[in-house]
């Protein structure tokens, strides 16, 4: 227990449940959106800010002793969006006096054919890849300049309660719920690393409260590899339906991001689904914990959060 502030900004899946975790260890927690609201605990602070402006980031943050960055934005206009957030948030830690964390994807070891091992060089590849490279670079050199204690926190394709926009979201497992087919992308049969969401905020809070972990990037740990197909017949199991699938085609991704900008933007990504894709996470296992979610544990909790109708 501890009575130094935490402050989460972003209160998405991951950042609801990051504040569950510090909420039940006793931390009092401010959670920071952008409308103010967020769905957490009463005992919890939840005030408005816009973190792209560093003086309301510097507000949002006084008094903390920890900032955790789990913002998130739709794959709309990444280069432009990401880098003010990313320096709003590192200026609101620096203020502060506080540690940051940052959630991080693993975007920015683009297409690779072996296992992602934190020390991967960072891509240039496309424009979200390299953006979450310019991201890392940027918590990294004020990391090194002595502004702010960071790190980063990196999570596979996640899945859990809550969540919208994964390949385990609503697109799949949400419209398994429907009684309706799931869609993925790619091939279903090869296999991939993803993070349950809980483990992310286990692992979040891992890295703050040590010392030595700052400077460093930390893959999360995750359960073994599946592949799509077998994790959604868990799926399909737990609701006790016949699983069907529906792959998406490059060319019909084309045609719906013709009107839909997300999924234009989701075309640079098709790479993480057309080849095994695996996350090791040995290192941060080696310094901390490896007792992932297992898939079984985590669809059964995830599966009810979707609504059937």
């Given amino acids: 227990m501890s009575d130094e502030m935490s402050v989460v900004l972003g209160a998405g ?20 959106t952008r409308s103010g609201r967020a769905n957490v605990a009463d005992e919890v602070e939840v ?6 402006d560093s003086n309301a980031a510097t507000r949002a943050c006084a ?24 320096e709003g948030m590192l200026a609101g830690a620096e203020s502060a006096g506080a540690r940051f964390v940052f959630m991080d994807n693993c ?14 060089p960072l891509t240039d590849y496309g424009k979200k890849p390299a953006t979450r490279s310019k991201l890392t ?10 502004r702010v204690e960071a790190a980063s926190v990196r999570a596979s394709d996640f899945y859990g309660a809550g969540v919208s926009a994964s390949a385990l979201g609503d697109t ?6 429907k009684g309706k087919s799931a869609q993925v992308f790619g091939d ?16 979040l809070i891992s890295v703050a409260d040590v010392d030595d972990a700052f400077g460093q990037a930390w893959n999360v740990p995750n359960a073994p590899d599946r592949t799509m197909r077998d994790i959604l017949t868990l799926v399909a199991a737990d609701l006790d339906r016949e699983l069907k699938i529906q792959a998406m085609p490059k060319w019909m991704l084309s045609g719906v991001g013709v009107f839909n900008a997300n999924v234009r933007e989701m075309k640079e990504m098709l790479y993480q689904w057309e080849r095994p894709f695996h996350v090791d996470s040995s290192r941060f296992a080696e310094r901390f914990w490896s007792d992932a979610t297992s898939f079984e544990d985590g669809i059964a909790t995830t599966v009810p959060s979707y609504p059937t109708s």
Wanted: hydrophobic share 45%.
């Fill in 188 to 203: 279903p049969d090869l296999p991939h690393s993803f993070t349950y969401v809980p483990d992310i905020a286990r692992a």
């Fill in 13 to 32: 899946p991951v950042g609801q449940a990051l504040t569950e975790l510090l909420v039940d260890d006793g931390r009092p927690v401010r959670v920071v």
């Fill in 107 to 120: 975007y920015m070891y683009g297409p690779v054919d072996v296992a992602m091992t934190e020390d991967l």
């Fill in 137 to 146: 670079r940027m918590w990294q050199e004020a990391h090194t300049a002595g």
């Fill in 63 to 86: 008094g903390a002793s920890v900032v955790y960055g789990c913002v998130g934005l739709d794959y709309v206009g990444w280069p432009e969006k990401w880098p003010p957030m990313m």
């Fill in 172 to 177: 799949s497992i949400g419209r398994m719920a």
């Fill in 47 to 52: 005030v408005a800010g816009d973190i792209t």
